[in-house]
């Protein structure tokens, strides 16, 4: 079983940064893919970013890229997403996800494990 834990969401203006954290536990992180996802209000949840298990490639959407950057400890058995210039529509519960794997995975049904999410809220 895998376990994966949120932590870094908040409160933060237009333009600021965050940086969240997923630690996992319960397997071999370094064999996991690990993607974030996030759902505002009324949404559904969509794809923000995906490295491979060694932390070598990573992909984000479009919305997000030049401003996020995805990265991974795998002695730590954690992944972060470090957000820059923050926009209100970036306001969302952030998750994190990993699947076994060596590729890059883009959609939820991809992924095995998720976890309880962290609340993102930027404000003008």
């Known amino acids: 079983q895998v376990q994966l834990v949120e932590s870094g969401g908040g409160l933060v203006q237009a333009g600021g940064s965050l940086r969240l954290s997923c630690a996992g536990s319960?397997?071999?992180?370094?064999?996991?893919?690990m993607g974030w996802f996030r759902q505002a209000p009324g949404k559904e949840r969509e794809f923000v970013a995906t490295?491979?298990?060694?932390?070598?490639?990573?992909d984000y959407a479009d919305s997000v890229k030049g401003r996020f950057t995805i990265s991974r400890d795998n002695a730590k058995k954690s992944v972060y997403l470090q957000m820059n210039r923050l926009r209100p529509e970036d306001t969302a519960v952030y998750y994190c996800?990993?699947?076994?794997?060596?590729?890059?995975?883009?959609?939820?049904?991809?992924?095995?494990?998720w976890g309880q999410g962290t609340q993102v809220t930027v404000s003008l």
């Open positions: 996800a990993a699947r076994a794997g060596d590729s890059l995975y883009y959609h939820q049904w991809q992924y095995d494990y």
């Open positions: 319960g397997r071999t992180f370094s064999s996991d893919a």
């Open positions: 490295i491979t298990n060694s932390g070598s490639v990573t």
